[in-house]
Each structure stands twice: as structure tokens, then as C-alpha cells.
Nanobody, 119 residues
Framework: QVQLAESGGGLVQPGGSLRLSCAAS????????MGWYRQAPGKQRELVAG???????NYADSVKGRFTISRDNAGNTLYLRMNSLQPEDTAVYYC?????????????WGQGTQVTVSS
């Protein structure tokens, strides 16, 4: 019973910034790879940024230079700093993680947080 909970979404003007957070909670577990995905209306869910347990990162071309993914030292909290936001960044942003418990390894999704970029 592991849960991911996103926070930090909201309404922001073009050019503004937001920081999303994703906190994992539950019984004993270990998180490996984590990532942020987003889904805009009428579009497929896409990977925005990912980070491994070793700190390696990758970004979608559309957000390179604007977004930064990171995780805390314990590895159980994920962040996404979003700068220079544009209307095309409007979407529901989801936290995703590969998590191992005492007896199984599964992929988890958060419930999502809405990011709206508009004047």
C-alpha cells in the first residue's frame, strides 16, 4: 500500500514558474526510477522528465532548458521546477514511480495535479 501524492499545480501567467512536488507514503518500500508525465486535453500522456535512483535525468525536448527534475536525498520525494511556462504546458501533471516493497515490484501513478498557463 504505497501512494503518490502530487501538489503545487495551479494557474500561472505565461512566463511564470511553478514547482510541483510528489510525496510517496505507505509501508516499507524503496523507490527506483521516478518521472513526471503530463496529459493535455485531446492528447496522449507524455513523459516530461525522468530521474533514476542514481540521479540520471532525461527531459522531453519541449521542456529542456525550462524544467528541472530532482528528488530529495532519501529519494522518496520528487520535484519539478517549471520556469518560463507557456500555454502549451497546460496539462494535468502526473507523478510516476517504480517501487519495490518487501515482496513485489510495481509501477505507481499519482492522481495528478492541474497546471494551467493563461493570461
Amino acid at each position: 500500500q504505497v501512494q503518490l501524492a502530487e501538489s503545487g499545480g495551479g494557474l500561472v501567467q505565461p512566463g511564470g514558474s511553478l514547482r510541483l512536488s510528489c510525496a510517496a507514503s505507505g509501508n516499507s518500500f524503496r523507490i527506483y526510477n521516478m518521472g513526471w508525465y503530463r496529459q493535455a486535453p485531446g492528447k496522449q500522456r507524455e513523459l516530461v522528465a525522468g530521474i533514476t535512483s542514481g540521479g540520471n535525468t532525461n527531459y522531453a525536448d519541449s521542456v529542456k532548458g525550462r524544467f528541472t527534475i530532482s528528488r530529495d536525498n532519501a529519494g522518496n520525494t520528487l520535484y519539478l521546477r517549471m520556469n518560463s511556462l507557456q500555454p502549451e504546458d497546460t496539462a494535468v501533471y502526473y507523478c510516476n514511480a517504480d517501487i519495490e516493497t518487501g515482496s513485489y515490484y510495481s509501477n505507481y501513478w499519482g492522481q495528478g495535479t492541474q497546471v494551467t498557463v493563461s493570461s
